[in-house]
């Protein structure tokens, strides 16, 4: 029986489908992070049903009988970077060395380009022989992102606590404020602002748009992330003279993993750092989880590898390095030229 290839849209897919795709994919995620946890399949049908309004992400997937033998698809914004697709092709390690990955690629890169997705790119463990792979194709390293985890059985939280004491005392004319999803609409406009500042941090030599926060898309991402079974925390620091967001970090805990938990931004507006606050937001947010959420066991977080001043706050608090991966991009023509598809 010769492979077929099929357009997948996971908001309305088969339950069969998408059975068959988690399958495949827990054999990838082994791949790229070997005897980590997997993805419940719950979590993550629930992860490819209920994606953003400002977001689409086509899938393409190769059948084989019953089972899907390989994969590829794209992430793509909106809203920004209307120039800009992430994307992926997989196949399963039993059926390489067939064309499949030439096969599957041909769909992605023909949506690309006409979505105007003028520029491509992917991410892959550094290091990796498909690197070489990648540089023939004309896609250059621009961005090294690294995976770290955080423990909660080697935290020190006599640390936790002194950096929270050590804050109240050096950041005095400041306030932390608890929020849980769905922010207060008395905070959200402000909160929205003090998310921009996630546009200082590294980008390397990774092309995009500057970051677009609008309570519209934020309350779309706190109804799809409650559809996904995840509760958004944020702690925010406060300037108490002028009432200013100055500071915050935010996690999502996974009801369906409660032994996790997702790190998302923590930013310090530039005005208001070497206080202390990035250390305090992120303290009393272990602190916080430690005490309502006692079945966590990990956090994970992604930062840059050039992101120092994040860095050395993880690594204080005993994040250990789990991964490290390239994010490779390119001209989108240019490489469906070289790879033929």
């Known amino acids: 029986?010769?492979?077929q290839i099929e357009f997948v849209d996971t908001r309305v897919a088969p339950e069969q489908t998408l059975e068959a795709l988690h399958e495949l994919n827990v054999i990838w995620d082994d791949e790229v992070l070997p005897g980590d946890p997997p993805v419940p399949l719950a979590q993550r049908v629930v992860d490819w049903r209920y994606l953003l309004d400002s977001e689409g992400s086509p899938r393409w997937v190769m059948w084989k009988g019953p089972d899907i033998i390989a994969t590829?698809?794209?992430?793509?914004?909106?809203?920004?970077n209307l120039e800009n697709a992430f994307g992926w092709v997989y196949v399963h390690p039993q059926h390489r060395g067939a064309g499949h990955g030439r096969a599957i690629a041909k769909p992605l890169f023909e949506a690309a380009?006409?979505?105007?997705?003028?520029?491509?790119?992917?991410?892959?463990?550094?290091?990796?022989?498909?690197?070489?792979?990648?540089?023939?194709?004309?896609?250059?390293?621009?961005?090294r992102e690294k995976v770290s985890r955080l423990d909660f059985r080697t935290v020190d939280w006599s640390l936790?606590?002194?950096?929270?004491?050590?804050a109240r005392e050096r950041a005095a004319d400041y306030e932390l404020l608890f929020m849980k999803s769905p922010v207060d609409d008395e905070h959200l406009e402000a909160f929205c602002r003090l998310m921009l500042?996630?546009?200082?941090?590294?980008?390397?030599?990774?092309?995009e748009d500057e970051e677009v926060m609008t309570p519209e898309i934020w309350r779309d991402l706190e109804t799809k992330m409650a559809a996904r079974g995840r509760e958004i925390l944020t702690y925010v620091a406060r300037h108490k003279p002028s009432g200013r967001f100055a500071g915050y970090t935010n996690v999502a805990y996974k009801h369906l993993q409660p032994d996790m938990i997702e790190q998302w931004d923590t930013?310090?507006?530039?005005?208001?750092?070497n206080l202390g606050l990035g250390r305090w937001v992120k303290a009393a947010m272990a602190l916080e989880l430690r005490k309502t959420y006692p079945d966590v066991r990990r956090i994970d977080t992604e930062n840059a590898g050039s992101n120092a001043p994040m860095l050395s706050i993880n690594i204080e608090m005993g994040f250990k390095p789990i991964l490290v991966q390239n994010v490779w991009q390119?001209?989108?023509?240019?490489?469906?030229?070289?790879?033929?598809v």
């Open 1 to 3: 029986m010769s492979p």
């Open 72 to 80: 590829s698809g794209m992430y793509v914004d909106l809203v920004q």
């Open 113 to 143: 380009e006409k979505d105007g997705r003028t520029r491509f790119a992917c991410a892959v463990n550094h290091g990796a022989v498909e690197e070489a792979l990648l540089s023939r194709a004309g896609l250059r390293s621009a961005y």
């Open 160 to 166: 936790m606590e002194t950096w929270v004491d050590r």
């Open 197 to 207: 500042v996630m546009n200082t941090a590294p980008r390397e030599d990774y092309v």
């Open 267 to 273: 930013g310090v507006d530039p005005a208001h750092r």
């Open 330 to 340: 390119g001209d989108t023509a240019g490489v469906r030229e070289a790879l033929s």
